[in-house]
């Protein structure tokens, strides 16, 4: 990474205002404070992520890891992925992401609140997602989400899903230590996300890449389009890895089951990491399905 691309991270801390005593949420390794930003005369609603390790001691190698992962944050431009605005200090004992405050909060939320959205809706979500992993993947800087889950995935102020905390599992992990099974077991639900490589053998770990990113994309269209869990079947995350181990997948879900041709394409992200497609491929198959139900609905208004 260019020296260039750190410097370019704008300290924004004596502009950041905190709306409340305490943060918005938190969960794994990251407190969210819902902050105004002010630029010139004008206050902005932003959200400041604070990374939170309570047995890690900051050092100067810790944090500039931190520094060139959100540099390269910083340089990514495109639609379905959060801009990252800045850092602030003062949130935690590391630099905090600032970004912009979304509204409609995280794909999980959206997907629990609005539960009647429909079919069309669901897959511009996932064309959404796809667009911007792609982006991450073969445009400009390769990157590697890592940590691709519905609370990873933001819905912006025009409901259109943009990407956050990608790379975020690898540089965390150099700081604490931690494999990434070790990363995951520390918030179970990422593992229901996780690709089987990822989890199987503790003593070899293996680090996230571009197909595993495409395992976890299987994983948030099953979501999507069923309204289920990855292994919904299983009521503890010990109980996937067990079942990993031993070489077992995920099976369709028979309660609120997706349609052939959405399993089809959810099957194949599930498959060995070398067989499964592309991310240029899956916006292939969505474009494809999105254009299959507009033809049905104008078939069905016209009949």
């Not at 109980?239 to 099957?267: E, F, M, N, Y």
């Not at 139900?293 to 069905?300: C, D, F, L, P």
């Amino acid at each position: 990474m260019s020296k260039q691309s750190t410097d370019d991270l704008v300290d924004l801390t004596e502009r950041i205002t905190r709306t409340c005593t305490f943060c918005f949420t938190g969960g794994g390794f990251g407190d969210i404070w819902r902050c105004t930003l002010q630029t010139g005369a004008t206050y902005d609603e932003v959200a400041v992520k604070a990374i939170r390790f309570q047995s890690v001691e900051v050092g100067p190698s810790q944090e500039k890891a931190l520094r060139r992962e959100l540099g390269t944050w910083k340089r990514l431009k495109h639609t379905n992925i959060l801009p990252l605005l800045g850092i602030a200090t003062g949130f935690s004992p590391f630099i905090s992401m600032v970004s912009p405050w979304c509204e409609h909060g995280s794909l999980a939320v959206y997907l629990n609140k609005y539960e009647s959205i429909t079919l069309s809706d669901r897959l511009r979500l996932l064309q959404d997602v796809a667009s911007g992993l792609h982006y991450l993947h073969h445009d400009g800087i390769p990157v590697v989400h890592g940590d691709l889950t519905p609370n990873n995935v933001l819905l912006n102020d025009d409901k259109r899903a943009v990407l956050t905390d990608f790379g975020l599992s690898s540089v965390l992990g150099d700081i604490t230590g931690f494999s990434y099974l070790q990363w995951s077991c520390a918030q179970p639900g990422v593992i229901r996300y996780s690709a089987p490589e990822l989890l199987r053998d503790p003593d070899a770990p293996v680090q996230p890449d571009i197909r595993s990113d495409i395992y976890s994309f299987g994983c948030l269209a099953l979501k999507v389009l069923s309204g289920n869990e990855p292994w919904a079947d299983v009521k503890h995350w010990r109980t996937i890895l067990i079942k990993v181990a031993d070489g077992h997948s995920q099976q369709r879900p028979t309660c609120s089951p997706v349609l052939d041709v959405h399993w089809q394409l959810i099957q194949r992200c599930f498959l060995q990491p070398g067989a499964r497609p592309s991310t240029h491929h899956i916006l292939k198959i969505l474009e494809e399905l999105q254009s299959e139900g507009i033809r049905q609905i104008v078939s069905s208004i016209v009949d």
